[in-house]
Nanobody
Framework: QVQLVESGGGSVQAGGSLRLSCVVS????????MGWFRQAPGKEREGVAG???????TYANSVKGRFAISKDNAKNTLYLQMNSLRAEDTAMYYC??????????????????WGQGTQVTVSS
């Protein structure tokens, strides 16, 4: 069973930066597509960034040029570097994993494994 544990959230002023981490355990030797999602109060969970096992990345338009997804295979850790943060980035951020090399879309219904989330609050 794959387990995901996020950390790194917090409170920051607009324009600031945070780096989220997601430690992954329980790999079965398969490849996984990894993603970061966020959910603000009263809103649907939305995909923020995704990465396949070869390192190809995809981003939501709202974060392109500001966020960067990366991974350290030796540490079994996925990262989300968030720069130039805005008040509208305030949300609970989740790490997710799906067995395989691709997902049809960066949407929650295509991911099987989820972390518990880490809160990011950006004050303007």
């Amino acid at each position: 069973q794959v387990q995901l544990v996020e950390s790194g959230g917090g409170s920051v002023q607009a324009g600031g930066s945070l780096r989220l981490s997601c430690v992954v355990s329980g790999y079965t030797g398969r490849s996984y597509y990894m993603g970061w999602f966020r959910q603000a109060p009263g809103k649907e969970r939305e995909g923020v960034a995704g990465m396949d096992s070869d390192g190809s990345r995809t981003y939501a338009n709202s974060v392109k040029g500001r966020f960067a997804i990366s991974k350290d295979n030796a540490k079994n850790t996925l990262y989300l570097q968030m720069n130039s943060l805005r008040a509208e980035d305030t949300a609970m951020y989740y790490c997710a994993a799906q067995p395989g090399d691709v997902v049809p879309l960066l949407r929650e219904e295509y991911f099987s494994y989820w972390g518990q989330g880490t809160q990011v609050t950006v004050s303007s």
